[in-house]
């Protein structure tokens, strides 16, 4: 039997045939190999538009910058902060799943919505699917309470030389309410160890700069355990004022994915430490998936999930090519009206005066030509959303059923059982372009017409069972795939 490290040793013994012919396209496989089609054992059952959350899962590092008056500590805090969301972004998979997987592919206005609630407060999140040629996903996480706003966005571009390397393009902007101060941060590169034996892990590679308004920058370098010595995971980290990067005012060491020390460069002493596994994160609550709305991730993906878990590779196919075949039918359908998919939470600009004031100090620019535009959250879009939200029901509640009068004076009921506890603070889910007053797409009517649509209190499109079908089991939009790991159908993810 076939060792760890021998070629394919970390494979099934029935799989090994397949892993090597994977492995033998990708390597004369010229172009991105985001296109190639991976074997069932190393997909996910989750979307990428889920990769989102991974920045806040420990809310109150996100949030304790907002609490520094001194503008280099302040910069200091968001370098730490920004480290320990590495483990989260590129190792978490790895350590649950065993190996890196490959993650559904979101299609056009995919969504994935949710929160976490901690002693920092109420901090959400948005992610949507802005663009699916080239892949783009953007992101908003926000904490009203301390008035700290992250959003950005990013596509991969993914090539193979001796293994697979991802580039990252995009980038990320914290904002701090209270001292109207901003981050701007960049993405690291990164490539895929272990592939040949077929148990791939994240290596990153290359630098992360950190560019703050106040005047300091952070820079992150990466390296890899290496042939011969080197810890994985490592990495070495500076912070210094602006065009002053000998005079450093902070380093850090360590592994991204266990632990790190802060030291002061003047005093040579320790000031902080961080150790990942005594920071247990913080679980991200959605909602239940027969109460999300038809274009979040997983409503839309849920068929493919349970596919997925259940080794069924006959249907994960058939039911991704039927996602497939709704969009690319979508897409005929604006192309012949002349429009394109409307973003719900997000818009294209044609320029950002934070990136431009920022990025040319760390040698950065903005490359809208690869990701279909600059991608900004919409404030105007959220609020316009929560206020037609309100607009398009008035709930009346009697004993434990809430009866729903929408904006054609049509009435409905729901069960307090279907109703999401605690959602209104949250963003709101109205009717999505392109579907009707079920909460189904329109190319979809003919498949799922025996649903009945319910706009409950908390404005979360819900739909009730009739003739034996129940929507948010059958209902699935859109559109072209592929994979990476699960965080499970639960409304609560564990860190």
């Not at 013994?13 to 892993?19: F, K, M, T, V």
Request: charged share 25%.
């Amino acid at each position: 039997m076939p060792s760890s490290t021998e070629e394919g040793g970390a494979v099934p013994p029935q799989n090994r045939g397949s892993w090597s012919t994977f492995l033998r396209s990708i390597a004369s496989f010229s172009g991105d190999l985001s296109s190639l089609t991976a074997p069932p054992f190393i997909l996910s059952s989750t979307s990428l538009t889920e990769y989102s959350s991974y920045w806040a899962e420990h809310p109150s590092l996100l949030v304790a910058p907002a609490s520094e008056p001194d503008p280099a500590k302040r910069a200091l805090l968001v370098l730490k902060w920004f480290l320990s969301t590495l483990r989260q972004q590129y190792c978490s998979r790895n350590e649950k799943l065993g190996s890196e997987k490959k993650p559904l592919n979101p299609f056009l206005g995919e969504l994935f919505l949710g929160k976490w609630e901690d002693a920092s407060g109420t901090t959400h999140l948005v992610s949507e699917q802005v663009s699916h040629h080239p892949p783009v996903t953007a992101y908003c996480i926000w904490n009203d309470k301390h008035g700290v706003r992250l959003q950005g966005y990013n596509a991969q571009k993914a090539s193979f030389s001796r293994t697979i390397h991802v580039k990252q393009i995009g980038h990320a902007l914290l904002h701090l309410n209270k001292y109207k101060e901003d981050f701007l941060i960049t993405l690291p590169s990164l490539h895929i160890e272990g592939l040949i034996y077929g148990s791939p892990f994240v290596e990153l590679n290359k630098s992360t700069y950190i560019q703050s308004s106040s005047g300091y920058t952070a820079r992150v370098d990466y390296a890899g355990k290496g042939w011969v010595s080197g810890k994985k995971n490592s990495f070495n980290a500076v912070l210094y004022p602006d065009g002053h990067e000998k005079d450093l005012l902070y380093t850090i060491e360590g592994q991204w994915s266990d632990s790190f020390v802060i030291k002061d460069t003047k005093t040579k002493k320790v000031v902080d430490t961080y150790t990942a596994k005594s920071h247990p994160t913080t679980p991200l609550t959605v909602a239940p998936i027969e109460d999300q709305d038809p274009l979040e991730s997983r409503r839309a993906w849920s068929r493919v999930a349970a596919a997925i878990q259940k080794g069924d590779m006959d249907t994960t196919g058939a039911e991704k090519s039927q996602i497939e075949h709704d969009q690319r039918e979508l897409r005929k359908k604006e192309q012949q009206e002349g429009r394109e998919w409307e973003r719900r939470y997000f818009s294209r600009v044609q320029t950002d005066s934070v990136v431009d004031a920022l990025a040319p100090k760390i040698g950065e620019k903005s490359e809208p030509e690869k990701t279909g535009g600059i991608w900004r959250w919409d404030e105007g879009k959220y609020q316009a959303l929560k206020s037609n939200t309100g607009k398009a029901k008035s709930s009346h509640t009697t004993g434990n059923q809430s009866t729903t009068i929408n904006d054609k004076g049509e009435s409905s009921s729901a069960t307090a059982a279907n109703q999401m506890d605690g959602a209104s603070d949250g963003p709101p889910k109205p009717k999505a372009e392109n579907e009707s007053t079920n909460g189904l797409p329109n190319y979809a009517q003919n498949k799922y017409s025996s649903t009945s649509d319910v706009i409950p209190s908390d404005g979360i499109i819900t739909t009730t069972e009739k003739n034996g079908i129940v929507a948010g089991k059958t209902s699935e939009p859109e559109q072209e795939v592929e994979e990476i790991p699960y965080k499970g159908p639960s409304s609560t993810i564990n860190g």
